[in-house]
């Protein structure tokens, strides 16, 4: 077992469907594949209400660092948002013991498709959960290494009531994963990754899960494991401990034992993408796949959105949900018209995507509200990876702050403007830091709703 350590690092500001693994061209100018050839091979677990889209630009680094793309994973939870009572079945909720047992099966697949004894696992938030779970439950002699990134291992609040609520450190579950002197298992590596006072889910105060003023008897310090190597990343927030450049950096030098050779993403010369199309049931979201959904994708002109051409990809959904492959060039932008049975046309705005990946899966918007009832046209910005923070970060949104997005701890993912008709047909730019994308008003009478996605 690891000794623990705690070291403060400044930083910035069912499985058919259950397991997608990233699949790419040939890698250029990366590392030599010798050098990662005693890497044990990695699966990427996702956390609450997530997919596992978020890890693309985790696996391109990766890619970019000489890991073969045949070696690395990521887990597609069937129903990825947690119950409210661990015991009661809720539709389109997991449970952790669905949780552990597609996590054991998916680790189980890497191993069969590799060859390999163990697997490195890497969690996002409750993806942790499931990862320390399925160690705790007899799978430690197939895991290597465990690095959960803003994991509430100690709850994201810690009281008396809701005692089988998942994330309440005084319920059975995180009692039963914490009890012992050390709360890892001998024979894994654990790192934990956490932030310095910016993880919404790690907070004294009660506010940020809707009980302002209540105290959560968690702190900062939560996500940490005694036994384990414990880092801080600085003013990162809940989903930057996992996705962003400097977490990827110490998840890599963990697991391999030295620092990457890179940390930007290597460009492919062509680019093949593909994913699925996913639903919300009754505004829940969920990784099922959705039938007979119709993908369209645009080449759009960076500066103005507007079309270039025709599409470039169509395509419709089957059983499995999946659209693409979709040629493009490594430099467009572009735009994906998702029209799914029952939801608002999602017009979706994109960067250029530098590499290929099979998991840029898509969810249509949600469909219009009462508030919307005389909205002209509405787009969403949107930080799948991260969330917004002021005044720490850059963001605008048709060249201002969003309204919706509050000060301080980052809490918001997205942001939303209601424009009236006159002004369809312009553009909205959507500025977050360096990556700046602009997207086309549509008319909300036609059910039509617009998303500039960051992908950073």
Known sequence: MRLSRRTILLGAGSLPFAVASLRTGALAQTAPAAQNAELPPILFVHGNGDYDALWMTTLWRMESNGIARDRMMAINFTDPLARSDDKV????RSSTEDQRRELSAAIAELKRRTGAPRVALVGSSRGGNAIRNVIRSGGAGDVSHAV????????????DDQPNNEFNGRGAFLRGLNEGEAEVMPGVAFLTLRSDGMDKYAQSDGRFIGKPGTPTNVTVEGPELKGATNLVLGALDHREVAFHP???????KFIAGREPQRIAIVPEQSVRLSGL??????GVQTNRPVVGATVEIFRVDPDTGERKGGAVHSAKTGADGRWGPAQVEPSWSLEFVLAAPDAPTTHIYRSPFPRSSDV?????????GPAD???GAIVIMSRPRGYFGLPRDVVLFDGREPADVKQGVPTDAAATLRLPAAEIGRNIVAQFGEERIVARLWPAAENRIAIAELTY
Do not use: M, W
């Open 89 to 92: 079945e809720q539709a389109n």
């Open 148 to 159: 959960l990134c803003g994991t509430p291992n100690h709850g994201v609040f810690a009281t």
């Open 246 to 252: 400097r977490a990827f950096r110490e998840i890599y």
């Open 277 to 282: 199309v996913t639903g919300t049931p009754v």
């Open 360 to 368: 840029v899966h898509l969810r249509s918007a949600r469909p219009l």
């Open 373 to 375: 009832k005389d909205t």
